[in-house]
């Protein structure tokens, strides 16, 4: 018998339920009242906590039903929301933007990314452009696109057009920080267009003193267009012996912003409207080949210069090797391959490429471009008086071509030689050239004598060469261009 908390009294009892207590009236009684204190928890028999000694029991009891209850609800709630307890840690907070993209004058030190000069804008497509910015200033990638398309695209190669300095001058300066602008190649002082139907050869001036030369011709078949013939390097070690420019040596190759700013100067100083750019200037393209390829690429940007690549055309003298990577990087490029003999040891005395690349090799590379390209192959072939200009000489070429692909797949050109300031051979008798057309013709292949133009200005095929030069000339890669 105990008091209970209720002010009840409670007897322990035991039966076929389990042990357990009941409340007792005053008299020992049992009222018929359960009694909830179940010490040993199997009913719970009076709302009452117990008095006296069972407090500790209760206390007990009641803290681990709080603690049961709780469990019971964490588990619910990770039931209910599978996310981790535990907080993850909080971000790093971003840095405040930075003052200098409001005003330029609070970000004066614009550094050259990596302590390297700024790289040309020249040297960039729209998209390398806008990488390049977005990369270091964490934005600015339209706004970097549409000052390409000020620049390459509007005229703006002489200058930053003033409507974007004004429509977003901050960030346009900060693009231009990161960028040379200034004009790679400046044109001669008094240059001036040619005359309409006219050929001109230009003098430009590279910031180390390099001329570099350039010459606009009629553009064929098109109204008021221009055929522009850039350069790639400065001087050429292929030493061809018809060519003013093999007589240089090379000096240096040309960056991809000096190649670019060939065709920006016609456009935007020369004003010409540009129809083809090809590539038989100064220099052997595939001898610099990356820049060739990553010019070209700026060439026909649809945001910048926007030239089809269609109307490119590259030469070479025999560079096979770099056909290969050129007709990977670009594969509907139009190639022109300097032939000018089907005979090893007479183009081996001719172009002493062909010491190191022998025309088996070329035909190889040659094939492979007509097999990725579909196109037709443009032979480019120079006529020397008394050299290579019989009709053996013919049959010869033609039994060579024959072992690169069907005639159908041939366009040759034919163009007598220029003679030069010191000329190492004769020009051919027009006889002479029908003669050997004829002998080609014959043999199924169809070919043109192209007109030589520019050849009062030595700008011709084979004459590209710089002025200030002893032997005063101007020079064409080979004279493929010099198309009538
Ligand atoms: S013809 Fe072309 S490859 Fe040959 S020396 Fe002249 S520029 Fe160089």
Not at 33 to 40: F, H, L, N, T, V
Not at 161 to 182: M, N, Q
Not at 361 to 384: D, G, H
């Amino acid at each position: 018998m105990e008091d209970c908390a209720c002010g009840s009294t409670r007897k322990e009892v035991s039966g076929a339920g389990g042990e357990g207590f009941e409340k007792v009236g005053p008299d020992g009684t049992p009222t018929g009242e359960p009694s909830r204190a179940d010490e040993k928890g199997l009913v719970a028999r009076c709302d009452a906590p117990p008095s006296g000694a069972s407090w500790p029991r209760f206390v007990l009891t009641a803290v681990l039903a709080l603690l049961r209850a709780l469990l019971s609800a964490l588990l619910h709630a990770a039931r209910a929301n599978p996310r981790p307890l535990l907080a993850a840690p909080p971000s790093p907070t971003p840095p405040p933007p930075s003052a200098a993209c409001d005003g330029v004058e609070d970000d004066p030190a614009i550094a050259p990314e990596d302590g390297l000069p700024p790289e040309h804008l020249l040297e960039h497509t729209a998209d390398s452009l806008a990488a390049r910015v977005s990369a270091r200033l964490g934005r600015g990638g339209s706004l970097a696109r549409a000052v390409y398309r000020e620049y390459c695209g509007g005229g703006g190669a002489c200058g930053w057009a003033e409507e974007v300095r004004r429509a977003a001058r901050p960030l346009a300066a900060r693009v231009r920080g990161l960028c040379d602008t200034t004009p790679p190649l400046a044109l001669e002082a008094g240059a001036a267009p040619p005359a309409a139907g006219e050929t001109e050869k230009y003098v430009l001036r590279a910031a180390d003193g390099a001329e570099v030369e350039m010459v606009a011709m009629p553009a064929p078949g098109v109204e008021a267009g221009w055929s522009l013939c850039v350069s790639t390097q400065v001087g050429c070690r292929m030493g061809c012996t018809f060519c003013e420019t093999g007589r240089m040596g090379l000096l240096r190759n040309l960056t991809v912003a000096e190649v670019v700013a060939q065709l920006a100067v016609a456009r935007f100083a020369l004003r010409l409207r540009v129809a083809n750019v090809v590539f038989m200037g100064m220099g052997e393209p595939l001898d610099n080949v990356d820049v060739l390829i990553r010019s070209i690429r700026v060439m026909i940007d649809p945001l910048g210069f926007c030239l089809p690549l269609k109307n490119i055309t590259v030469s070479t003298s025999g560079e096979a090797k770099n056909v290969y990577t050129l007709v990977d990087a670009l594969p509907s490029v139009r190639m022109a391959f300097s032939i000018h003999s089907g005979d090893e040891a007479m183009r081996s005395r001719l172009m002493p490429i062909n010491r190191r690349v022998p025309l088996a090799e070329f035909a190889e590379a040659m094939r492979y471009y007509l097999r990725k390209t579909k196109r037709r192959i443009t032979i480019q072939y120079v006529l020397l008086a008394g050299e290579n200009d019989s009709a053996s000489e013919a049959a010869t070429l033609a039994a060579f071509l024959r072992t690169v692909g069907p005639a159908a797949r041939f366009h040759v050109n034919l163009i007598p030689y220029n003679e030069q300031s010191k000329p190492r051979y004769r020009t051919p008798s027009h006889q002479a050239c029908v003669a050997f057309k004829v002998a080609l013709m014959q043999e199924g292949y169809f070919a043109k004598i192209r007109e030589t133009r520019g050849d009062a200005k030595m700008a011709a095929c084979g004459q590209v060469l710089p002025a200030r030069l002893e032997f005063k000339s101007s020079c064409t890669h080979v004279p493929a261009v010099i198309i009538s």
